[in-house]
């Protein structure tokens, strides 16, 4: 049985895009299957983050572009000012996902952010980036504009900040192990590998009986 990995991550969050290739390489090795879930770092109407301000320009000098580097995955710091909230991003990875392809919106919406500069808080750009994918432009436009997919988009922050307790993205449920912020290849083959062993170690000790006679 396949394990399973739940990633909650956010579109404007520059290390959720970084390990997603790493996580990719990792699940073609061992038998595992990985699930995107929402979780907005900001939520409206929390305020964004700003480019200009010092917290930014360290945190991508000293963290991000090193680490793209490493790995070779071409990153920009976005210029939006402020960065766009994603709740509407999100509201159609729902209708993406009931599309049949949830995983490559996801991918496209941190490529759009993080390397074409586009904002994806913008029901335009959002709707331009489906139709690429090959979704119908104007059923995906009229939900966003109705709001189809607000509650389901609802209940799931809901789950991820009452349920699964996440404070922070990028986030892994590998199997029923919570860990954050995983970042390379050997990191998740390391975490997967630890979890199917205490998988198994549990189906064998659920396995044991005892009788009069003796344990088997």
Known sequence: ???S????SDYVCPFCLLAEGQLKEAATERDVIV????FELRPYPTPTLRPEDEYMQTNWREKVYPI????????RMPTLSPQPHTHLA????????????GETYHSRMYKAFF???LNIG??????????ELGLDGLAYREALESGTYQEAHKKALHHALYEANITAAPTYIIGNTPIKWLLYKEQFLEAIDAELKKQRLEQWSTG???????CS
């Open 1 to 3: 049985m396949a394990l």
């Open 208 to 214: 044991i009986s005892c009788t009069i006679d003796g």
């Open 5 to 8: 990995i739940k990633v909650y």
């Open 115 to 117: 390397q074409d500069g």
């Open 122 to 131: 913008d029901t335009e750009v959002l709707t331009e980036l489906a139709v």
């Open 90 to 101: 999100f509201e159609g990875y729902q209708f993406a996902k009931n599309a049949g392809v």
């Open 68 to 75: 793209a580097e490493q790995l070779g995955i071409p990153i």
């Open 35 to 38: 699930t995107h879930l929402p």
